[in-house]
C-alpha cells in the first residue's frame, strides 16, 4: 500500500484539503493509499480552517483532525511527499535531504511530463549551485544564469496559493485546483 504526505504551511488549509479529498477518491475508486497531512511551520492541534471544511463539505467529504506539524517520522514513514509549493518542497528538503526522490510538488507531480521534470530537476541543481556559490562569495556564471532563466520562463507554475485568510471563494478555487492534480495523481498511481 503506497503511503502519500501532503504537505503546507500550518496544516489548515490546502495540505487538509488534499488529504480528504484523495482519500475520498480513493476509496471510491478502490485506489488503496494511507494518506496524511503536516505543516512546515505549524503545532499539533490547530483547527483547520472553517472555510477549508465548508469546501470540502460543498463537495460531500468530511474532515476530521487537526493540524500536525512534519516530522522526521512522517518523511521517512512516507513512500511519496506532495507539498503545495516549491517553498514548502525546498524546506522540506533542507530539513530532510534524504527526501530528494519522493517530494515534488503537487503539480509537478501530476501534471509534468518527463521533459518538464528534467527541467524542474536541472533547474533546482541550478539554484543549489547558486546558493552554494553565495555563501562562498561567488556567483552563477553567465551562462548558468542564461540557462536559469531560460529554465523559470520555460517550466510552468506548480505552487496552488495558499487562502489562508481569504474568501470562500478563495478557498473554493483553491480545492478545485487540488481536485484536479488529485485526478491526475489517481491516474499516475
Same mark, same amino acid.
Given at each position: 500500500?503506497?503511503?502519500?504526505?501532503?504537505?503546507?504551511? #500550518?496544516?489548515?488549509?490546502?495540505?487538509?484539503?488534499?488529504?480528504?479529498? @484523495?482519500?475520498?477518491?480513493?476509496?471510491?475508486? !478502490?485506489?488503496?493509499?494511507?494518506?496524511?497531512?503536516? #505543516?512546515?511551520?505549524?503545532?499539533?492541534?490547530?483547527?483547520?480552517?472553517?472555510?477549508?471544511?465548508?469546501?470540502?463539505?460543498?463537495?460531500?467529504?468530511?474532515?476530521?483532525?487537526?493540524?500536525?506539524?512534519?516530522? #522526521?517520522?512522517?518523511?521517512?514513514?512516507?513512500?511519496?511527499?506532495?507539498?503545495?509549493?516549491?517553498?514548502?518542497?525546498?524546506? @522540506?528538503?533542507? #530539513?530532510?535531504?534524504?527526501?530528494?526522490?519522493?517530494?515534488?510538488?503537487?503539480?509537478?507531480?501530476?501534471?509534468?511530463?518527463?521533459?518538464?521534470?528534467?527541467?524542474?530537476?536541472?533547474?533546482?541543481?541550478?539554484?543549489?549551485?547558486?546558493?552554494?556559490?553565495?555563501?562562498? !562569495?561567488?556567483?552563477?556564471?553567465?551562462?548558468?544564469?542564461?540557462? @536559469?532563466?531560460?529554465?523559470?520562463?520555460?517550466?510552468? !507554475?506548480?505552487?496552488?496559493?495558499?487562502?489562508?485568510?481569504?474568501?470562500?471563494?478563495?478557498?473554493?478555487?483553491?480545492?478545485?485546483?487540488?481536485?484536479?492534480?488529485?485526478?491526475?495523481?489517481? !491516474?499516475?498511481?
Amino acid at each position: 500500500m503506497k503511503r502519500i504526505l501532503f504537505v503546507c504551511t #500550518g496544516n489548515t488549509c490546502r495540505s487538509p484539503m488534499a488529504e480528504a479529498m @484523495l482519500k475520498d477518491m480513493a476509496d471510491r475508486q !478502490g485506489v488503496a493509499l494511507e494518506i496524511r497531512s503536516a #505543516g512546515v511551520s505549524t503545532i499539533d492541534g490547530l483547527a483547520v480552517s472553517r472555510y477549508a471544511i465548508e469546501s470540502l463539505r460543498e463537495k460531500n467529504i468530511q474532515h476530521r483532525g487537526a493540524s500536525r506539524a512534519l516530522t #522526521g517520522e512522517a518523511v521517512e514513514w512516507a513512500d511519496l511527499i506532495l507539498t503545495m509549493t516549491a517553498g514548502h518542497k525546498r524546506g @522540506l528538503l533542507q #530539513g530532510f535531504p534524504e527526501a530528494v526522490d519522493k517530494t515534488h510538488t503537487l503539480k509537478e507531480y501530476a501534471h509534468q511530463d518527463d521533459t518538464a521534470l528534467a527541467d524542474i530537476q536541472e533547474l533546482e541543481q541550478l539554484y543549489t549551485e547558486m546558493h552554494m556559490k553565495q555563501a562562498l !562569495g561567488q556567483q552563477l556564471s553567465n551562462a548558468e544564469r542564461s540557462k @536559469l532563466l531560460e529554465l523559470e520562463r520555460r517550466i510552468p !507554475g506548480t505552487d496552488i496559493a495558499d487562502p489562508f485568510g481569504g474568501t470562500m471563494e478563495m478557498y473554493r478555487s483553491c480545492a478545485n485546483e487540488i481536485e484536479e492534480g488529485l485526478r491526475k495523481l489517481l !491516474g499516475k498511481l
